[in-house]
Structures are given as C-alpha cells and as structure tokens.
C-alpha cells in the first residue's frame, strides 16, 4: 500500500517569502502525484497533478512542483508567496487502483502580511 | 455547472442518533468517494464505489454504510452516531479513476456528535 508524508504540519512565512513544501510517498510501482489547496473553509481544489514527461509541473496561482523519483519526493515551491496563500496543502498519490487517493496529513501554511 | 454537492453543511447529532450525509455530482462520474478529514490527520477513506451498485471499503468503514443505486448520488449513513464520528466529511467523484484522473471535491459537511 501507498503512502505519503509531509514533512512540515505547520509553516508560517511573511508575504514574498519564498515556499517549499515536502511530500515524499512510498511505492514501488507507477504513481501519479497530486497536491490540493483548502482554503479556510472551503472544499479541496487541485493545484498541480504529475503523471508523466517533464518532471517539473507547473500549476495555478504560481505553484510548482518537482518529481524526483529517485528521492520518492514531490515538493511543492512558489517563489514569493502571498498572504491569499493562507491554506492548507495536502500531497496525494494515485496508484491507478478503483480507491482514489492516500493523503499526506497535511501542512497548515499561515502568511503573514 | 454544479459539480459535487454535498447535504447538509453542518449537522449536530447526538450520540445514537442515525442520519444520511447526501452527495449528488452531475458530471457522469462512475467513481465516487467518502472521506472524513481530521485535524492533522489528512483524509481518510471511509468508502467508495467504481458505478452504480457497486461499492467498497475503505480505509475507516466502520460505523458507517453506503450505497449507489444511481451513478449520480452515493450517501453516506451513520447507523448509531459515535463522538469518534465528529468530523469533516467530503465526497468526492472521479471520470475514470484512471493514474492521472483527480478527483472533484464536494464542499464538505462538518458532523459534530455529543
């Protein structure tokens, strides 16, 4: 069975601050890698997928992230982050079976203006 | 364009108590998920379903039941409500279920038993 940590539950930056945050999942077989954003209050939405060809994925609202698969990892990075990216970002994995996702716990990120 | 739909937003249930969290999509997905978000703990899968009569356990299924008589709707019951049930629950549905397919979140429903 698949799964996924993140390495930092709680983040606080200040506006511009540049964004890095870790997810590493563990499986051997062909994954495909998600991070979601969940604004307070709000349901989950899809910020990024990888699942083939360039290793580095862009996504909405200035995010990015890069696949490493030797390091299992797919972390997500925005050069200068707003106080709008006040959320919470889950990392995800799809292993391609009928059962969805498995979900990193999670990173409460906080910007202060 | 409504997407996922979840019913109700928020629902205080005492302990013992039944009730049916609804979830309706209009997208033709024939992959639909429960999961249940607690603090810092991620989601969890409690059930899901591949189509229409079709469904299976997930991660947490204990205390809960589901069915999908329709490809549109999948609720979710609680039998005999537990104060280890408060939470936040999301439904989800997915085209295909396929590697790259994402899945389509509902708005969530935040259970509190006492």
């Known amino acids: 069975a698949q799964s996924v940590s993140q390495h930092n539950h709680h983040v606080i930056l200040s506006e511009a601050a540049s964004l890095e945050l870790g997810c590493n999942y563990s499986?051997?077989?062909?994954?495909?890698l998600f991070w979601y954003v969940q604004y307070p209050g709000q349901h989950l939405q899809l910020l990024l997928k990888?699942?083939?060809?360039?290793?580095l994925v862009k996504g909405i609202k200035g995010f990015e992230a890069e696949f490493i698969k030797s390091k299992f990892s797919f972390n997500l990075r925005k050069p200068s982050v707003q106080w709008s990216d006040t959320a919470e970002y889950f990392c995800?994995?799809?292993?391609?079976?009928?059962?969805?996702?498995?979900f990193g716990k999670g990173t409460h990120l906080i910007i202060q203006p | 364009n409504a997407g996922v739909t979840q019913t109700p937003k928020f629902r205080i249930l005492k302990i013992g108590q039944s009730m049916t969290l609804q979830c309706t999509q209009d997208?033709?997905?024939?992959?639909m998920y429960w999961y249940r978000q607690d603090p810092g703990m991620g989601l969890k899968l409690i059930y899901y379903?591949?189509?229409?009569?079709?469904?299976d356990k997930g991660e947490v299924p204990n205390g809960y039941n589901v069915s999908r008589s329709t490809t549109e709707d999948f609720p979710l019951r609680l039998e005999l409500a537990a104060p280890s049930q408060t939470s936040v629950y999301f439904c989800?549905?997915?085209?295909?279920?396929?590697?790259?397919?994402?899945?389509?979140f509902g708005n969530g429903t935040r259970l509190t038993v006492t």
């Open positions: 995800a994995v799809k292993s391609g079976g009928a059962d969805g996702l498995t």
């Open positions: 499986y051997g077989g062909t994954v495909n």
């Open positions: 990888y699942f083939s060809g360039d290793p």
């Open positions: 997208m033709n997905h024939n992959y």
């Open positions: 379903s591949v189509g229409a009569g079709i469904t």
């Open positions: 989800a549905s997915d085209s295909t279920g396929f590697y790259n397919s994402p899945l389509h």
